[in-house]
C-alpha cells in the first residue's frame, strides 16, 4: 500500500510541477512596424492564423540616430466658427461657417465666410446626406484657399507678405 501511495504522490507531484512554467522557458519577440500600427495597445491579443498566441507587452517608438531629433512641422492651421449648421423648415440645409486659415507660428493668412445649402432628400438619411454635403463644399473651399496659398508664395514668407485678410462671402 505504501508504495502504492508513493507511485501516485510522485505521479500528481509531476503532473502538478510539470503544468506549470517551471519547465516553460517563455518566448519573447520583437516585431517592428513602418506604417500604420492604429489600435496597438498594450495588452493587446497576438494572433497567428486565429489563435491567441500571446499579448503585448510593451510598445516602443525606435528612431534612427542618423534621423536627429523628431521634429513636427506645421504648415498651418484652421479656425472654424460654425454660425449655423441646420436644415430648414423649407426643406434644405444651411451651413454658414467663418474660417481662418493661420500659418504655423499662428498668424492669419487668409479668412473668409462660407455659405452652403442643399436640398434635402426624403427618407431617414436624406438630412444627415445633405447636411453632408454641406460640409463637404466647406472643405473644398478651405482645401482650394491653402493650396492657392502654398502655391503663391512659400509658407515660411506667408505671414510677412501680408497675405489678403480680407473677409470674402462665398
Known amino acids: 500500500m505504501f508504495v502504492v501511495g508513493s507511485f501516485a504522490l510522485a505521479i500528481a507531484a509531476i503532473v502538478v510541477v510539470g503544468s ?11 516585431s517592428m512596424f513602418q506604417g500604420n500600427v492604429n489600435g496597438l ?3 493587446a491579443p497576438v494572433k497567428f492564423k486565429g489563435v491567441q498566441i500571446g499579448t503585448v507587452e ?22 472654424v466658427d460654425v454660425q449655423r449648421f441646420e436644415t430648414t423648415s423649407d426643406g434644405k440645409s444651411q ?10 507660428a499662428g498668424n492669419d493668412l487668409y479668412a473668409s465666410e462660407t455659405t452652403a445649402s442643399t436640398p434635402v432628400s426624403a427618407g431617414e438619411t436624406g438630412a444627415s446626406a445633405a447636411l453632408s454635403n454641406d460640409l463637404a463644399t466647406l472643405s473644398r473651399e478651405v482645401a482650394a484657399r491653402i493650396t492657392e496659398l502654398h502655391h503663391t ?4 514668407n506667408a505671414a510677412e507678405k501680408n497675405v489678403d485678410h480680407r473677409l470674402a462671402t462665398r
Open 20 to 30: 506549470c512554467s517551471l519547465f516553460k522557458k517563455p518566448l519573447q519577440f520583437v
Open 95 to 104: 451651413l454658414i461657417a467663418r474660417w481662418i486659415i493661420k500659418d504655423g
Open 41 to 43: 495597445r498594450i495588452g
Open 58 to 79: 510593451e510598445i516602443k517608438l525606435a528612431l534612427s540616430p542618423s534621423e536627429g531629433p523628431v521634429r513636427t512641422h506645421i504648415d498651418c492651421q484652421i479656425e
Open 153 to 156: 508664395q512659400p509658407a515660411s
